[in-house]
């Protein structure tokens, strides 16, 4: 049914790419919002709607054949909420309302969408004209009285309004449309966050096991099949939050993160890239402090490391050359995030043509950086992420600003010169685009072809990873 008939544009409902949060989004910023609910949406459409639907174009079937059909879709007469063909014929269904609707808006200068049975129309004026809102809300009533010729549409095609969901919402109120609010940006409620953050500390302190008896006691929602774990109740949450606020929103991936860190499900943990790669201590899950340590366990090697999606931890290979030239015996990484617990690097994987490393090791990955697409160039932003000067827990991470202010070619390898400043212990972290992907890997190394506030492109990192696991002492 969905390929002979597409949805109408103010449809936003079970149709393709579209979706609660596109559907709020058409009312972003509106000064008036009217919100309308149809009462008992789907039983009421019977079977002879349905029959029509079949009869009509765009199927055009035989009235024997729309008759099966309509039988097959039906559930005592009238059409079954849950069922798989119950979302598409009701749009079918509800095609002439849309038109109708839509009309009346377009005529008004407002604007309608419609998702299942959640109507609402917005405006740009200081009100809605007669037409559409007969009376506005008072103390007494705090319902708004819908014009006669809205309501002689809904007659037209045999719906009815539920009064108790009929709201009218200024600017300076909270407007939700869908849900989701809208007044300045797309947005989840603060209980819906609240309740996100309270599952996620429970999980923290008490463990899995008794949060999830807690969560059997409260939940009272009615479900199909078994119940789910805690756990997975919250990352249903958390999708939900991702595609309300979007996939580099700060709050999401913070909180992201911490499920991660409860039960991991991404080889290689969240992404961050966007707007939550300007938080630092978002950024800090990402980056790792490379250590080298001698017989006697002193430090002997210091570098910066970070995830890279889909590869791993990545440093500068020379750090680890230097490391080994000065007896390190023993090599850890720590977290940014969590600097006092380190982590055993078992090997690494480097081609002698670039100064990259790929390195082995048991360390939990929860955050990682997407690589850049395009081949960094001359003028581009660079924030040079990393720790230049790591002595004790209590050390910062630095995110420098800077600029690529040349870009060099050798043997085939793409090196980058910033502005910097690019210190001892800075090799191997990221230079950072303005996006938050990752251009390039510091170097600081007398060695280099672009010293000293130099790097190499991240583009050749797959010689590094294709190279044999070499052993670690």
């Known amino acids: 049914m969905t390929a002979c008939a597409s949805a109408r544009d103010p449809v936003h409902g079970f149709t393709a790419n579209r979706s609660v949060v596109t559907n709020a989004g058409k009312h972003l910023g ?33 009235l024997s054949v729309a008759t099966i059909l309509a039988q097959v879709c039906c559930f005592r007469g009238y059409l079954p909420q849950g069922a ?9 269904i509800c095609r002439g309302l849309d ?73 300076s109120n909270r407007q939700e449309v869908t849900g989701i609010t809208i ?23 008490r463990g899995q096991a008794k949060a999830n008896q ?31 606020r979007g996939a580099d929103d700060s709050l999401y991936v913070r909180y992201e993160i911490r499920a991660e860190k409860i039960a991991a499900r991404k080889n290689y943990g969240v992404p961050i890239f966007g707007r939550c790669s300007k938080n630092n201590e978002i950024l800090g899950e990402a980056v790792w402090v490379i250590l080298g340590f001698d017989p006697d366990d002193l430090e002997v090697v210091q570098g910066t490391g970070f995830t890279l999606e889909n590869v ?25 995030a969590n600097p006092k ?23 939990p990955l929860r955050a990682n950086f997407r690589p850049a697409i395009s081949v960094p160039k001359v003028g581009d932003c660079a924030f040079i992420v990393g720790f230049p000067h790591w002595n004790t827990t209590a050390d910062q991470m630095l995110v420098a ?49 672009i010293a000293p506030d130099g790097g190499v492109s991240i583009n050749h990192v797959q010689l590094a990873q294709d190279a044999p696991l070499r052993s670690l002492p």
């Open 401 to 449: 600003p800077s600029n690529i202010i040349q870009t060099k070619s050798a043997s085939a390898i793409l090196y980058l010169l910033t502005g910097g400043p690019v210190r001892g212990g800075n090799s191997g972290g990221p230079f950072l685009s303005h996006e938050g992907y990752v251009t390039g890997i510091a170097l600081w190394d007398n060695n280099s072809l």
């Open 30 to 62: 509106a000064k008036l919002i009217l919100n309308v609910d149809i009462q008992d949406f789907f039983p009421t459409f019977h079977f002879g709607r349905i029959r029509g639907v079949f009869a009509a174009h765009p199927f055009s079937f035989p």
């Open 183 to 205: 007044n300045e940006k797309l947005n989840v409620t603060r209980a819906f966050v609240r309740n996100i953050r309270s599952i996620l500390h429970d999980c923290e302190t």
């Open 214 to 244: 807690k969560f059997i006691q409260v939940d009272r929602k009615a479900r199909r099949g078994s119940r789910p774990t805690v756990i997975k109740h919250v990352r249903g949450k958390l999708d939900y939050l991702k595609m309300v």
């Open 312 to 336: 791993g931890i990545i440093t500068a290979r020379h750090v680890i050359d230097a490391g080994r030239n000065n007896g390190a015996r023993r090599w850890a990484v720590l977290n940014a």
């Open 99 to 171: 038109r109708d609707l839509s009309r009346l808006a377009i005529n008004n200068h407002c604007l309608y969408t419609r998702y299942a049975d959640d109507i609402t129309f917005s405006t740009e004026r200081e009100s809605f004209p007669i037409f559409l809102v007969a009376r506005l809300p008072t103390l007494q009533d705090p319902r708004p009285m819908l014009g006669d010729e809205l309501l002689a549409i809904f007659a037209k095609h045999t719906l009815t309004v539920n009064p108790k969901k009929l709201r009218l919402r200024r600017k």
């Open 84 to 92: 798989a063909t119950s979302p598409i014929l009701s749009n079918l």
């Open 341 to 363: 617990r380190q982590y055993a690097i078992r090997g690494y994987r480097s081609d002698p043509c670039i100064d990259i490393a790929v390195l082995s090791t048991i360390a």
